[in-house]
């Protein structure tokens, strides 16, 4: 794996953290940021190596900072398959649409995959009362809608500094 690569995705899980830590709950529960910095890192390097790895670190990240009771291993389960599910998604339609539209279809629908299957984890482990669909609507929709917006504004900034610092990214827009 490329040393650079491998920095500039340490850096987007770091802000990723800093988000999933900052942003504010929505009626107790807290939209995951942390997978738009997954999504992004997933759509700039798209290599099977760095999905894992992405997926794993994104998920021990989130089971360190999260705020949800028994959360740790779901964000540990979560993750990884998000990250793997996004990503055949991705490459699938950035076949045949542009890249910016195929990162945000991609990531509306890995945000809810994600939240089902944190939830989902949760309700299976931890018992979780009949409060999924609550929690899905307060903490799942809210994110779906916030990271299409977010990475539709940070995407093409992010491609732009790539260009500029003259560093290799296997994505154009």
């Known amino acids: 794996m490329n040393t650079r690569t491998l920095v500039f995705l340490a850096l987007l ?5 800093v988000l999933h830590v900052v942003i504010p709950p929505t009626l107790l529960i807290k939209p995951d940021m942390m997978l738009a ?24 990240i989130t089971a360190l900072t999260t705020g949800v009771p028994g959360g740790q291993i779901p964000n540990m389960i979560d993750k990884p398959i998000t990250a793997f599910v996004f990503f055949g998604l991705y490459i699938l339609l950035a076949k045949k649409l542009p890249k ?31 409060a999924f669909l ?12 916030l990271n299409p917006i977010f990475l539709s504004i940070l995407f093409p900034v992010v ?10 990214s296997t994505v154009e827009m």
């Open 100 to 130: 910016l539209t195929s990162l945000i279809i991609s990531s509306i629908a890995g945000t809810i995959v994600s939240g089902t299957l944190f939830l989902g984890s949760l309700a299976l482990l931890f018992k979780l009362p009949e």
């Open 159 to 168: 491609i732009a500094i790539l260009k500029r610092t003259n560093f290799t």
């Open 13 to 17: 899980v770091g802000v990723g953290t």
């Open 134 to 145: 609550a929690m899905f609507g307060l903490g799942v929709l809210p994110a779906a809608a």
């Open 37 to 60: 910095m997954l999504f992004l890192g997933i759509a700039l390097f798209p290599d099977k190596k760095n999905v894992l790895l992405l997926g794993i670190v994104t998920g021990i």
